[in-house]
């Protein structure tokens, strides 16, 4: 009589390691609260384009297109850097992950140095808030972004001097990915505001 070898093919992994949200559950609630706040904005960009055609049309020629375009590579650039330190911090390379957060960090402070420049060269050339509807909508909702990415920043430093003490690990970084969550956000957000500022007529 043979023997029969009955083979068990190895179960497969708990729903929790490869289903798992990244971060934690109170940047998410912080995050729904951004997305709701962006959507009622760009809502009234749409009502104010909808009665001032004109003016929308003609706005985004008087802009400085190229600090819209710089803008964008800086917040794509420093989003890069956070992926690649969430990558790191989980092959357990920490000090590579400190220096992809502090990567992204100094891309990131080029943001508001652009949008310094470029609202004074806006305001040399008669652009401000007075200038129209479209203007006024263009600081409103540019600005209100750049609060976003200033709090975004703060939490990336925040994250850099835990990064440095090493209280991140492999098995335990759920704030260094919360923060990543959230700065990947202010990018998406940006992604719509260029082009309805900078492109479209």
Known sequence: MSDTVISVSPLPPPVA????????????VGIFCVLVEF??????????????????????????????????????TSGYCMVKAVETIRADRRRATLGWVLGAIVLGL?????????????????????????????????????????????GLFWVAARTALGMYSPRDYSGLEAAAVY???????????????????
Not at 53 to 62: I, Q, S, T, V
Not at 147 to 154: A, D, E, Y
């Open 17 to 28: 390691a490869t289903g798992r949200v990244p971060g934690n559950a109170g940047i998410w």
């Open 39 to 76: 959507l009622l904005l760009f809502g009234v960009y749409f009502v104010a384009k909808a009665h001032h055609r004109e003016a929308f049309l003609a706005g985004p020629d008087k802009l400085a297109t190229v600090a819209g375009v710089t803008i964008t590579f800086l917040l794509l």
């Open 110 to 154: 080029g943001y508001p140095l652009v949008k310094f420049f470029e609202i004074r060269w806006n305001v040399a050339h008669g652009i401000d808030g007075e200038a129209g509807i479209f203007y006024t909508t263009y600081y409103y909702l540019t600005l209100n972004h750049l609060v976003h990415v200033s709090w975004g920043l703060l």
């Open 183 to 201: 700065w990947h956000t202010t990018d998406v957000i940006w992604l719509v505001i260029f082009p309805f500022f900078y492109v479209l007529r």
